[in-house]
């Protein structure tokens, strides 16, 4: 059974940046060459929010507004791992964040969870001075 892994979270302060690892597990073959990956993130009292995501060829990404300039997402096939750096943090980028295995990643629409069936346990990242 494919299970995700998140880590990299913590505390940082305002225009800090993060770095965060998913890393797949649990099926033979190339995982990452099978699913794609997003990235999602949510904090107490809102919706989960979908923010990247990278296709399974690595082609394909996308970012919501909100992220876009600040973040990257990029993947390491050989170690199943797919990575999403956050430079310039805004308090408002506080929130668990999460990263989920789906069927696709689409270049005009952020990833919707409904698309994503397996879903990593997520890690907290803190942006505050």
């Known amino acids: 059974q494919l299970q995700l892994v998140e880590s990299g979270g913590g505390l940082v302060q305002p225009g800090g940046s993060l770095r965060l690892s998913c890393t797949a597990s649990?099926?033979?073959?190339?995982?990452?060459?099978?699913?794609?990956i997003g990235w999602f993130r949510q904090d107490p009292g809102k919706e989960r929010e979908g923010i990247s995501c990278i296709s399974q060829s690595g082609i394909t990404t996308h970012y919501v507004t909100s992220v876009k300039g600040r973040f990257t997402i990029a993947k390491d096939n050989a170690k199943n791992t797919v990575y999403l750096q956050m430079n310039s943090l805004k308090p408002e980028d506080a929130a668990i964040y999460y990263c989920a295995a789906g069927t696709f990643c689409s270049t005009i629409q952020s990833p919707q969870a409904i698309n994503y069936p397996n879903w990593g346990q997520g890690t907290q990242v803190t942006v505050s001075s």
């Open positions: 649990g099926v033979s073959g190339k995982i990452l060459n099978t699913y794609a």
